[in-house]
């Protein structure tokens, strides 16, 4: 069974900056492009970021500017570095495929961003 293990969520204040990683198996991130996506209470969870295997990025235009996502490929992680974090980031943030059906969701980071 695959699994996606996220961490690096945690208690920022607005304006903050936090780092989170995913780390996979191999067969995964040598194939498919890996996306970031949140889910705030109440709300569908959203793709907010993805990378494809040559590293090319993509953004929601919620995050532009202020989010950026890389991969090692060789060590099986996906990273979202978030920077001026505003309190709508607020979210369980994933990672998974950014394409097709998703593999089996991990527990997810909680970011919470507030004064």
């Known amino acids: 069974q695959v699994q996606l293990v996220e961490s690096g969520g945690g208690l920022v204040q607005p304006g903050g900056s936090l780092r989170l990683s995913c780390v996979g198996s191999?067969?995964?991130?040598?194939?498919?492009?890996m996306g970031w996506y949140r889910q705030a209470p109440g709300q569908q969870r959203e793709l907010v970021a993805h990378?494809?295997?040559?590293?090319?990025?993509n953004y929601a235009d919620s995050v532009k500017g202020r989010f950026t996502i890389s991969r090692d490929n060789a060590k099986n992680t996906v990273s979202l570095q978030m920077n001026s974090l505003k309190p709508e980031d607020t979210a369980v943030y994933y990672c998974?495929?950014?394409?097709?059906?998703?593999?089996?969701w991990g527990q997810g980071t909680q970011v919470t961003v507030s004064s």
């Open positions: 191999a067969i995964i991130f040598s194939i498919f492009p």
């Open positions: 990378i494809n295997r040559g590293g090319s990025t």
């Open positions: 998974n495929k950014a394409v097709g059906s998703p593999l089996s």
